[in-house]
């Protein structure tokens, strides 16, 4: 069984190709093309980064403010382009074809058309107002508040969730 690497201050991170990181260890071991991922996306998404080689983990960051100031960025900007989610400004259209939805929404990063295969699954509304929604491609998209959108927008999230 090995030891869990953690990362520190002391370790430094750099951008490889590809999204990928190295990690260079103050013991003087380095690691190269490593993913970086969060153990839990959602609710934690500064603390416990794991970083994977092609054979599994081979480190994990407690707090990404525990690394030194370029290594934070490095990995900021990695996971911030893994974990890309657009935001939903305007549902333009809508249609239902033997139980797929198909949609059609301008978003914070153009306008985007994509299949929604299990409304009750893949379409999520929090109390607080937020909807996330995960197309067929397993794409990832949010709304921050629906009740911020256009009356038209709201009518056709709301027929379909």
Do not use: C
């Not at 080689?53 to 407690?62: C, F, K, L, T, W």
């Not at 929604?133 to 397993?138: K, L, S």
């Amino acid at each position: 069984m090995t030891t869990r690497v953690y990362i520190n201050a002391q370790d430094r991170i750099e951008k490889a190709e590809n999204n990928l990181v190295n990690l260079y260890l103050h013991t003087g071991e380095e690691y190269l093309s490593l993913e970086p991922r969060r153990l839990f996306p959602v609710n934690m998404r500064h603390s416990f980064i794991t970083l994977l080689s092609d054979s599994g983990e081979v480190a994990v960051i407690r707090e990404i403010s525990d690394l030194d100031k370029d290594s934070a960025r490095v990995i900021e900007e990695s996971l911030d382009d893994y974990y890309l989610v657009p935001t939903i400004t305007k549902i333009v259209s809508t249609s239902d074809k033997y139980g797929t939805l198909r949609w059609t929404v301008e978003t914070d990063r153009g306008i985007r058309s994509f299949d929604i295969r299990n409304r009750n699954h893949d379409i999520k509304v929090s109390k607080s107002g937020k909807v996330r929604v995960r197309d067929a491609d397993d794409n990832r998209y949010v709304i921050e508040d629906y009740k911020k959108l256009d009356a038209h927008s709201r009518a056709k999230l709301i027929v379909h969730t």
